[in-house]
């Protein structure tokens, strides 16, 4: 077993271990101010660690010898709503990539835009937090690419990614997926706008029309279904303000692999 495959497994299992615990037995413990407060100080330990160990380092890449011959498909499969469905069934002609929020230059992409930019194909390892891997091929635009082209401003410091799939019905919007990552993972060179899957273009369950995968962080941070992406300095104002669905319900915010 190498080094690397080491470390991902000891994090992929202590996180596991951490989100087992918050779903399960520290619903007492959330809502302690305390908790929440040594919680988010290790986690931003964590986080520093971590990059002080990799660096800018890349995820592993791996042969077409090595793909997966199933990939599950993680969290929502269809998305429900009328208006993914009127896209769908028009092939996601009418689909757009929003990008505003903290930018000089506020820009509505479509596929066939997104496509005529610099690509990149990467075969790259899945880590799923349920404890599965998956390797597959991922195509797609450096995500550095469409951030550069609107312009941030100073004052940006993450990148959210609102998308399609509602995992929660909630009269408020709050069970919709977003999710988010600072500006390091965003301009990583392996961070791409995915459109493209093992030679094909992105199936619905895996995320089409576009998905992220960011290769250093563990699955459920590469969102799906993107309809739009803002770039802010804080997240204060969305869901329950933790930067993610998953983060708002107890998981971590720097899932680092």
């Not at 028009?90 to 230059?105: C, E, T």
């Not at 576009?210 to 309809?227: A, D, F, P």
């Not at 739009?228 to 930067?243: N, P, T, W």
Request: a neutral charge; aromatic letters at 8%.
């Amino acid at each position: 077993m190498t080094s690397d495959l080491s470390r991902r497994r000891l994090l992929t299992g202590g996180l596991m271990g951490l989100s087992a615990a918050a779903l399960t037995g520290c619903d007492g413990l959330a809502g302690n101010a305390s908790v929440n407060d040594v919680l988010a100080k290790a986690e931003g330990l964590t986080r520093r660690a971590q990059r002080l160990a990799i660096g800018g380092s890349l995820a592993r890449e791996y042969g077409v010898a090595d793909l997966s011959p199933v990939f599950r498909v993680n969290g929502t499969s269809q998305p429900d709503g009328e208006e993914y469905a009127e896209l769908q069934e028009n092939g996601f002609a009418g689909w757009r990539l929003k990008v505003d929020g903290l930018v000089h230059r506020p820009i509505a992409l479509s596929m066939d835009e997104l496509r005529r930019l610099p690509a990149r194909t990467q075969i790259t390892r899945h880590d799923c937090v349920e404890g599965w891997s998956g390797i597959a091929q991922w195509t797609g635009v450096p995500l550095g690419l469409v951030l550069r082209a609107a312009g941030l401003r100073t004052n940006a410091r993450f990148a959210v990614f609102h998308c399609y799939d509602e995992l929660e019905q909630t009269f408020d919007g709050s069970g919709r997926y977003y999710g988010s990552i600072d500006l390091i993972d965003a301009f990583h060179p392996q961070t791409i706008l995915a459109y493209g899957m093992n030679g094909h273009p992105l199936e619905v369950g895996h995320g089409a029309p576009l998905r992220l995968r960011v290769e250093r962080q563990l699955g459920y941070k590469q969102t799906k279904y993107i309809r739009r992406i803002e770039l802010v300095d804080s997240f204060a104002h969305l869901g329950g303000g933790k930067g993610g669905y998953w983060e708002d319900r107890g998981y971590e915010w720097y899932a680092g692999i």
